[in-house]
């Protein structure tokens, strides 16, 4: 079997480090309202201030996924957006500034990393966030504070997918679309973890890759179809959807009767559960919860090099528009993440 025990917790913690009171305000990306990429622009806002159990965390690093350039081109999660100007961003890695009380495990100088609860609150393109204790971990001492800010999001939605809903196991045939994204990358290394038989679909530069994080068969997207070489597959997970060649319709094809279908993307299918249904197949979609527990566990992953994140490009804070258009090319291998200040 594939599994490996993991770690210990202790050997995860990186080293506190000093910090200083915050100022009364700080650089942020915003925009005010749904529009393209030249939207973003930079601006001082006040620091937000953190109550009851949140953390004030100084921001190293912020990762950047898919749903952010939804979001801000007025798909995504704008419907709760509260009010504008407003800033994007999920993912960050940084520093604890405030802690909740005195005796709190996460006290000022730890380095953690995780998400901020965007769009109820400003998000992570900025100098500080307010975060609730709850969904965040302390950062692992071998990843930098740039290649932590690439985890959260995408590595938990990864985890919920292959082991909270897929239940990943030895044997299992798991069928996984866009492999070398940001969830494909963290998704094909886990199910390979658990034990899982992975297919992945990637572009022809990819495979090679695919096949060092885990995938048995590789399928190159462009050239073949992978219902042509492909079937009888317990789950697939599809982080396309029928936004691209119908890849939702035909996954449903190469699932076994009574197989799993877990649709990602926000919005790419709207009739899949029916499709599902009439294909004899089980479905659900899926959204990632921001739990600081299991950023623990894949924390000690991560520090024992059982899965790895990697880092396509890193932009600077002021280059965000520049990143949203990368970010919206939909090429990146693995993350991109902006680089806020120093550790």
Same mark, same amino acid.
């Given at each position: 079997m594939?599994?490996?025990?993991l770690?210990s917790a202790?050997s995860?913690?990186p080293e506190?480090?000093d910090?200083?009171?915050p100022?009364s305000s700080m650089?942020a990306?915003?925009?005010?309202?749904p529009?393209?990429?030249d939207?973003l622009?930079?601006?001082?806002m006040?620091?937000p201030q953190p109550?009851?159990s949140?953390?004030?965390v100084r921001?190293?690093?912020?990762?950047?996924n898919?749903?952010?350039a939804?979001?801000r081109?007025?798909?995504?999660?704008?419907?709760a957006?509260?009010s504008?100007?407003?800033?994007?961003?999920?993912?960050?890695s940084?520093v604890?500034?405030k802690?909740?009380?005195?005796?709190?495990?996460?006290?000022p100088?730890e380095?953690v990393?995780?998400?901020?609860?965007?769009?109820r609150?400003g998000g992570?393109?900025?100098?500080y966030?307010v975060?609730?204790?709850l969904s965040?971990?302390?950062?692992?001492?071998?990843?930098?504070?740039v290649?932590?800010?690439?985890?959260p999001l995408a590595?938990?939605t990864a985890?919920?997918l292959v082991?909270?809903?897929a239940?990943?196991?030895? &044997?299992? @045939?798991? /069928?996984i679309h866009?492999?070398?994204? %940001?969830?494909g990358?963290?998704?094909?290394q886990l =199910?390979?973890y658990?034990?899982?038989?992975v297919?992945?679909?990637?572009s022809?530069?990819n495979?090679?890759w695919?096949r060092e994080?885990?995938?048995?068969v590789?399928?190159d997207?462009a050239?073949?179809r992978?219902?042509?070489?492909v079937g009888?597959?317990d789950v697939?997970?599809?982080?396309?959807?029928?936004t691209h060649?119908d890849t &939702?319709? @035909?996954? /449903?094809?190469?699932?076994r009767?009574g %197989?799993?279908y877990?649709?990602v993307?926000t919005? =790419?299918?709207?009739?899949?559960?029916?499709?599902?249904?009439?294909?004899g197949?089980?479905?659900?979609?899926?959204?990632?919860?921001?739990?600081?527990?299991?950023?623990?566990t894949?924390?000690?992953l991560?520090e024992?090099?059982?899965?790895?994140?990697?880092i396509?490009?890193?932009f600077?804070?002021?280059e965000?528009?520049?990143a949203h258009r990368?970010l919206?090319?939909?090429?990146?291998r693995?993350?991109?993440v902006l680089?806020i200040?120093?550790a």
């Amino acid at each position: 079997m594939r599994f490996r025990p993991l770690r210990s917790a202790a050997s995860a913690s990186p080293e506190k480090v000093d910090v200083a009171a915050p100022p009364s305000s700080m650089r942020a990306v915003v925009y005010d309202g749904p529009g393209p990429a030249d939207a973003l622009r930079e601006e001082r806002m006040p620091v937000p201030q953190p109550a009851m159990s949140e953390l004030l965390v100084r921001v190293v690093a912020a990762g950047m996924n898919p749903i952010d350039a939804k979001t801000r081109g007025g798909r995504g999660v704008t419907g709760a957006i509260p009010s504008y100007p407003t800033t994007l961003g999920f993912d960050f890695s940084g520093v604890v500034v405030k802690s909740p009380f005195e005796a709190h495990p996460l006290q000022p100088g730890e380095q953690v990393f995780g998400m901020v609860p965007f769009p109820r609150s400003g998000g992570s393109y900025a100098e500080y966030v307010v975060v609730p204790t709850l969904s965040v971990a302390r950062k692992p001492a071998a990843l930098s504070h740039v290649e932590a800010a690439g985890v959260p999001l995408a590595a938990l939605t990864a985890w919920g997918l292959v082991v909270e809903t897929a239940h990943a196991h030895e &044997g299992q @045939r798991v /069928l996984i679309h866009a492999g070398s994204g %940001g969830v494909g990358h963290f998704a094909v290394q886990l =199910a390979a973890y658990f034990g899982a038989h992975v297919t992945a679909t990637g572009s022809e530069r990819n495979l090679p890759w695919l096949r060092e994080l885990g995938a048995s068969v590789v399928v190159d997207y462009a050239t073949t179809r992978f219902e042509d070489v492909v079937g009888e597959m317990d789950v697939v997970i599809d982080l396309i959807g029928n936004t691209h060649d119908d890849t &939702g319709t @035909r996954s /449903l094809d190469v699932l076994r009767p009574g %197989g799993l279908y877990i649709m990602v993307p926000t919005g =790419a299918w709207p009739d899949y559960a029916a499709a599902a249904a009439a294909a004899g197949v089980r479905a659900t979609t899926y959204k990632v919860v921001p739990d600081g527990a299991v950023l623990a566990t894949l924390a000690r992953l991560l520090e024992s090099g059982a899965i790895q994140v990697y880092i396509d490009q890193v932009f600077d804070l002021s280059e965000a528009a520049q990143a949203h258009r990368e970010l919206e090319r939909g090429h990146s291998r693995g993350k991109l993440v902006l680089s806020i200040g120093g550790a």
